[in-house]
């Protein structure tokens, strides 16, 4: 993990450590790139989604939280990283909803 305030990177030997897992992904300057993704963002809602490079879709929600748009994801997942993207998804997977920066800091 990264301590960007105080500029240390925590490294292990471990290629599956518990602390490299986490359930929350949060998207700095995300942008809507589809008209269809004009919902309320208050309260969760249900969507499918990326991160960095991932082959395969993940399943959580998604709700504005002080400016940035957080995801819930359903499963614990590896290689949430600052600075990479996040891309969302509606839930069948057939539209792009928008993307934005991690921006965990953790």
């Given amino acids: 993990?990264?301590?960007?305030?105080?500029?240390?990177?925590?490294?292990?030997?471990g290629y599956d450590p518990i602390a490299?897992?986490?359930s929350e992904v949060k998207l700095g300057d995300f942008k809507f790139i589809n008209e269809k993704a004009d919902q309320d963002y208050t309260s969760p809602q249900r969507v499918k989604f990326k991160i960095r490079h991932s082959?395969?879709?993940l399943s959580g929600?998604?709700?504005i939280q002080n400016?940035?748009?957080?995801?819930m994801s359903d499963e614990k997942i590896a290689g949430i990283a600052p600075g990479q993207f996040g891309v969302v998804y509606n839930e069948n997977?057939?539209?792009c909803l928008g993307a934005g920066v991690i921006d965990n800091d953790f």
């Fill in 67 to 71: 400016q940035h748009m957080m995801i």
């Fill in 20 to 22: 490299q897992y986490g």
């Fill in 61 to 63: 929600s998604m709700q």
């Fill in 55 to 57: 082959p395969e879709f």
């Fill in 93 to 95: 997977e057939s539209i």
């Fill in 1 to 13: 993990k990264k301590d960007m305030q105080n500029n240390i990177l925590f490294i292990s030997h």
